[in-house]
């Protein structure tokens, strides 16, 4: 198990990373399945969490169909390269991860729901991958808002990773940090499974579930 505080999660510094852009190449516009904006402002009182757990396209339908969820979009985090392109992230040289951001609202579902659907939605034990999924930007992570958060985020990995345990499933390699810039994916990345009910996802989760929360 592995907890990181910095504002950036690790990198290689031998790396030379690609230098990125400095200006968003696109603007997402409504979501798909809800119709709500998918750009800020949001609502005051609304909240937001941010997962990485391997592709995204499968991830952010994982997240959509709860109750109060707000928004989810796919895009790229936890890495260097500012404004990066999915190639870009796909070659490994900007370090991001693909991941889902969720503006949520908190009367309705708890920062704990999310942290369940997160664990068990996908396999937190395999490094840079999820399943036939390699590379880099498949890692599973957890990217934190506030203090609150980490410490609720913090409490689920040694929550989970004891069940984990008593399965003689392997160490979780998540990582937990901060969150830093979040970068819009592409158009078409977003909310793809809506568009495309057949297209490709990958994400699948361990036999072993993560206690229940309330709400």
């Given at each position: ?9 690790a990198?290689?510094d031998?790396?030379q ?18 119709a709500h ?8 009182h609304?909240?937001t969490?941010?997962f ?13 169909q709860?109750?109060?969820i ?6 790229y985090?936890?890495g ?6 999915y ?19 908190p009367l ?7 942290l ?5 939605s996908?396999n937190p034990?395999q490094g840079?991958r ?6 880099t930007?498949?890692?599973s ?12 985020a913090t409490?689920?990995m040694?929550?989970y ?7 003689a ?5 998540t990582e937990?940090?901060q ?5 819009f994916?592409e158009d078409?990345?977003q ?18 579930l993560?206690?229940?929360t309330d709400?």
């Amino acid at each position: 198990m592995k907890e990181l505080s910095s504002s950036l999660c690790a990198h290689d510094d031998a790396i030379q990373y690609l230098p990125g852009r400095d200006t968003p190449m696109w603007h997402p516009g409504e979501h798909f399945v809800s119709a709500h904006p998918m750009s800020p402002p949001y609502a005051d009182h609304m909240q937001t969490a941010m997962f990485g757990m391997g592709c995204f396209w499968g991830a952010e339908k994982k997240f959509w169909q709860l109750n109060g969820i707000y928004i989810t979009a796919v895009g790229y985090s936890a890495g260097k390269t500012p404004y990066p392109t999915y190639e870009e992230v796909c070659s490994g040289y900007t370090g991001h991860n693909e991941v889902v951001l969720l503006v949520y609202d908190p009367l309705i579902i708890s920062y704990q729901r999310l942290l369940e659907t997160f664990w068990q939605s996908h396999n937190p034990t395999q490094g840079m991958r999820q399943g036939n999924d390699i590379g880099t930007q498949y890692r599973s992570g957890i990217y934190t808002y506030n203090d609150e958060q980490s410490k609720e985020a913090t409490e689920s990995m040694a929550i989970y990773q004891s069940v984990l345990k008593e399965c003689a499933y392997a160490e979780i390699t998540t990582e937990l940090c901060q969150v830093s810039e979040f970068y819009f994916a592409e158009d078409y990345h977003q909310q793809y499974l809506a568009k495309n009910p057949h297209g490709y996802c990958g994400l699948g989760g361990l036999p072993v579930l993560y206690p229940k929360t309330d709400r």
